[in-house]
C-alpha cells in the first residue's frame, strides 16, 4: 500500500502561484511514476501532469505546458506540481496518484493504483 497526502491548496488570485505537495508513506517511493489530475465542478477528471519514476521523464497536458511544473524528490517520498500564471479556470480539486510498472505516459485514472484525498484549489479573477 502507498499512502499519498496532498497539501499546498488554497484560495489565490489569477496569475498568482502555488506549490502542491504530495507525500507518500508506505512503499519505496521510487517504484512508482506519479500523475497529477484535477477535477472541477461538474465536469470529469482530468489528467494533468506525469513524471517517471527518477523524475528525467516529464508529461504535460497543453493547458498547463509552459505554466506547471512537475517534480519529485525521492528522498523526501514527494512529489510536487509547481503552478504558476494560475487562471480561474485552473480552479479545481487536484489530486496526486501513483502507478507502477514500465514508464508511460498514462493519462487514464484507471491506470493508477493509489490515490491521495485531493486539495482544493481556487483562482478567483
Known amino acids: 500500500q502507498v499512502q499519498l497526502v496532498e497539501s499546498g491548496g488554497g484560495l489565490v488570485q489569477a496569475g498568482d502561484s502555488l506549490r502542491l505537495s504530495c507525500a507518500a508513506s508506505g512503499r519505496t517511493f521510487s517504484n512508482y511514476h506519479m500523475g497529477w489530475f484535477r477535477q472541477a465542478p461538474e465536469k470529469e477528471r482530468e489528467f494533468i501532469a506525469a513524471?517517471?519514476?527518477?523524475?528525467?521523464?516529464?508529461y504535460y497536458v497543453d493547458s498547463v505546458k509552459g505554466r506547471f511544473t512537475i517534480s519529485r524528490d525521492n528522498a523526501k517520498n514527494t512529489v510536487y506540481l509547481q503552478m504558476n500564471s494560475l487562471k480561474p479556470e485552473d480552479t479545481a480539486v487536484y489530486y496526486c496518484?501513483?502507478?507502477?510498472?514500465?514508464?508511460?505516459?498514462?493519462?487514464?485514472?484507471?491506470?493508477?493504483?493509489?490515490w491521495g484525498q485531493g486539495t482544493q484549489v481556487t483562482v478567483s479573477s
Open positions: 496518484a501513483a502507478r507502477a510498472g514500465v514508464w508511460a505516459v498514462a493519462r487514464d485514472g484507471r491506470a493508477y493504483d493509489y
Open positions: 513524471i517517471n519514476w527518477s523524475g528525467g521523464s516529464t
